[in-house]
């Protein structure tokens, strides 16, 4: 498989896994720190299997990684797939940083016309 | 709905979208300025209602929109929807930063005891 191949893959097996609260969510509470399968599935009021399947989802698109201890096999996030997905959105930042730049210009324009009407009006006074 | 769940809803529609090659393309090809439907079905050698069908789970996610000429209505890009994606990722920046900090850190060590290794054999010589 080339290499364009296989960053494409990891892409649709990255922005599926992030395709869902849960495990968004899942992901934020890894953010503070490991976590068991049982830890994790408290704060979520789901039974563990269903815990377990987006953990499986997780696991499969490299996002989270299983701890060594074979007893608690805590969970913990891994990042090199966020950084791919977040280098293939970046390539689009001059798209909303455009649009950005030019509500930035007209709340300027604005700004200025509501400044000469004021002064119009102190004007008159 | 609050404005949470709207944001939820809105980063759930964008990753789904986001999770295949084609529709990523056609988001690649439409940064290079409007196409219409005809437009975006040849390179793919796709028929034209698979690449409708690409195209509508686009346009639901708000990713591209419909210019208003009635008869092409050539499809552009939306990058609001982009930018909400890249700021749920940036969150996790630390992780793959912190990780490329220490790569930097063990490269710099493994760079050090080379140069060292080097100047005692010159010694020896």
Chains 1, 2 share one sequence.
Do not use: C
């Not at 097996?13 to 869902?20: H, N, Y």
């Not at 499969?60 to 990684?65: D, K, R, T, V």
């Not at 969970?75 to 930042?93: F, G, S």
Request: aromatic share 6%; net charge positive.
């Amino acid at each position: 498989m080339s290499y364009t191949s296989v960053r494409s893959r990891q892409l649709d097996a990255t922005f599926a896994a992030l395709a869902d609260p849960t495990r968004r969510a899942i992901l934020a509470r890894l953010a503070s720190g490991g976590a068991t399968v049982n830890d994790l599935a408290k704060p979520f009021k789901m039974s563990q299997p269903a815990i377990s399947k987006h953990l499986k989802v997780l696991e499969n698109a490299g996002l989270i990684s299983k701890g060594l201890d074979k007893q608690r096999r805590p969970r913990r996030i891994e990042a090199a797939p966020l950084k791919v997905a977040n280098e293939w959105i970046e390539r689009y930042r001059q798209f909303w940083e455009v649009r950005y730049d030019n509500l930035d210009s007209l709340l300027e324009e604005m700004l200025i016309e509501t400044k000469v009407k004021a002064t119009r009006k102190e004007k008159k006074k």
